[in-house]
């Protein structure tokens, strides 16, 4: 992966051995999505649905739009939390969009105690 400029990636960079309910460890991880944390990537994907349509400046991004890709009976790869560019809104769209911005590991812990997240990608636009 490049330190300087953009890396194109895909979900299937970030993907690692982990079963659908295992509990999520940091050393699950390989060493190639630990190399992606604070590089700057482009992503394709789709906007998970939430209550707001309109101004959004930050969604969950996920790998497809067939499959709840979010919450207990999901893999923890196919999903990211996308922070925008401050004073930057987008809309919700159903069209497959690219995200780009800076990758970073950083866990979500959901009020079960269960990580729900571990990718977030900050500062980025919606192409």
Excluded at 87 to 113: A, C, I, K, N, Q
């Amino acid at each position: 992966f490049k330190k300087n400029g953009i890396n194109e990636i895909t979900f299937d960079d970030v993907k690692f051995d982990i079963a659908i309910g295992e509990p999520y460890e940091p050393g699950m991880l390989s060493e190639n999505v630990r190399r992606l944390d604070g590089l700057k990537i482009r992503v394709r994907g789709y906007m998970l649905p939430s209550f707001r349509q309109t101004g959004l400046n930050k969604f969950v991004f996920v790998r497809d739009n067939q499959e709840c890709c979010f919450g207990p009976q999901a893999a923890l790869y196919d999903c990211m939390l996308v922070g925008l560019k401050p004073g930057t809104s987008t809309d919700f769209t159903v069209r497959p969009v690219t995200v780009m911005g800076t990758f970073y590991l950083e866990e979500y812990v959901g009020p079960e105690g269960l990580v729900l997240a571990i990718f977030r990608v900050r500062d980025s636009v919606v192409e």
